[in-house]
Nanobody, 114 residues
Framework: QVQFVESGGGLVQPGGSLRLSCAAS????????MGWYRQAPGKQRELVAS???????NYFGPVKGRFTISRDDTMSTVYLQMNSLKPEDTGVYYC????????WGQGTQVTVSS
């Protein structure tokens, strides 16, 4: 059974930082490109960062230069370091295999507000 467990979210002031983690199970983690997705209130889920099996990173939208995605294949875990957070970064963050739309976890809530 494929499972993703996201953690590390919370309430943070603008300009602050958070580090999200996502532990995967039920898959051979090292064989998949992974992505972090965000679902803002009232909006569809969107991809914000991805990392290939080889560790190449891509960022989408206004997170470039502020977010860093990384992975630890020995721990079957993908991370998202978020710096210089803005109110528009608010949302529920999920991880998944890149290009897959099934087996979503519960996500972790990130709220950026003063």
């Amino acid at each position: 059974q494929v499972q993703f467990v996201e953690s590390g979210g919370g309430l943070v002031q603008p300009g602050g930082s958070l580090r999200l983690s996502c532990a995967a199970s039920g898959i051979v983690f090292s064989t998949f490109a992974m992505g972090w997705y965000r679902q803002a209130p009232g909006k569809q889920r969107e991809l914000v960062a991805s990392i290939t099996r080889g560790g190449s990173e891509n960022y989408f939208g206004p997170v470039k230069g502020r977010f860093t995605i990384s992975r630890d294949d020995t721990m079957s875990t993908v991370y998202l370091q978020m710096n210089s957070l803005k109110p528009e970064d608010t949302g529920v963050y999920y991880c998944n295999r890149l290009g897959f739309s099934t087996s979503w976890g519960q996500g972790t809530q990130v709220t950026v507000s003063s």
